[in-house]
Every structure is written in C-alpha cells, then in structure tokens.
C-alpha cells in the first residue's frame, strides 16, 4: 500500500484542514456595523392599515404545512407593528384564507353547464366568472370566482349573482 493510515494521523490531518479553512473563511466575514436609523420618511403616510393576504392550506392533510407558514408571517407582523407599523406608521393586518376551501363555487345542483351558468351570471347579473371546464375537464359543476376586488365590491356582485342564480334556477 502507499502508506497505512491510522486514525491518529487522520483526524489530525482533518483538524488542521479544517481548522485551515475555518481560519480563512473568517477573514472574508463582513464587519459588522451599528445601524442608524434612516431619515424620516418624505409625504403623506395614510393611517390605514397595510393588509396583506395570506392564502394557505389550513385544512385538510396540508395544513401541517400551511398553519406554520401562517404563523411566521404573523410573527413577522407582529415585530414590525410593535415597532410602530410600516414607515413608523401604518399597522400591518393580516388576512387569512383556506386555500383548501378554493375558490371554486358549486353550481352542480343546477343541473346545467358550467359554462351556461357563467354566461347567464354575465347577461343577467353582470358578474363575470370562469366555468370550470376552463381549467380541465374535471372542473365540470364548479364556477371560478376571483376575489380581487373591495369588500363592497364583491358584496355587490354576490346579491347580483344570487338574483341572477334564482332566475336559473
């Protein structure tokens, strides 16, 4: 054999490796600094809260998964607005949706075509959804409903669609 090596000799050849990198990896480390604060922020900062959605599987075989996400977010939040909020002003809600409650309106008892349904949801309440079928033939039975819109906004287009539906139906 080339040489015998025993474990003496081997681990105090890897002490010194590593003891070799460790060393020169410190030289590379940044100097670290006392931090200032920045200066005050220019214009005018609204007092209502900064919302940010939070949409994860809170439910179901995911939401081992998902309530730990959450959590961090809500975590996260909670420093900054203990600090004083976003620009030392504006507190930061979040809102929490169950992914896997979907967004996905069940319109099978009406015993029509999804998209027959959403065409009516359009013509008579001027709402406009997708039909399931959109997104593969699985999605038969479901409407697509988008959420990005005020509160107010979606209220209205939920009496719309619910007048619309009973004239279906």
């Not at 939401?63 to 507190?91: D, F, H, S």
């Amino acid at each position: 054999m080339a040489g015998d090596v025993n474990r003496r000799d081997f681990l105090s050849t890897l002490g010194v490796s590593v003891g070799a990198a460790l060393a020169s990896a410190g030289a590379a480390l940044p100097v670290v600094g006392v931090a200032h604060a920045q200066d005050k922020p220019k214009g005018n900062i609204p007092d209502k809260p900064y919302r940010i959605g939070h949409m994860t599987f809170f439910t179901g075989a995911a939401a081992v998964l998902g309530e730990p996400m959450y959590k961090g977010q809500l975590l996260a939040a909670e420093e900054i607005n203990a600090t004083g909020g976003l620009l030392g002003k504006r507190k930061i809600e979040i809102l929490k949706a169950d992914e896997n409650a979907g967004t996905d309106a069940n319109v099978k008892e009406l015993r029509r075509p999804s998209r027959e349904i959403a065409q009516h949801l359009l013509d008579e309440g001027g709402v406009a959804v997708l039909w399931g079928t959109a997104f593969g033939e699985f999605g038969e039975g479901y409407l697509r409903l988008s959420y990005a819109a005020s509160r107010e906004a979606l209220e209205r287009a939920l009496e719309r669609m619910g007048k619309a539906l009973t004239r279906l139906a």
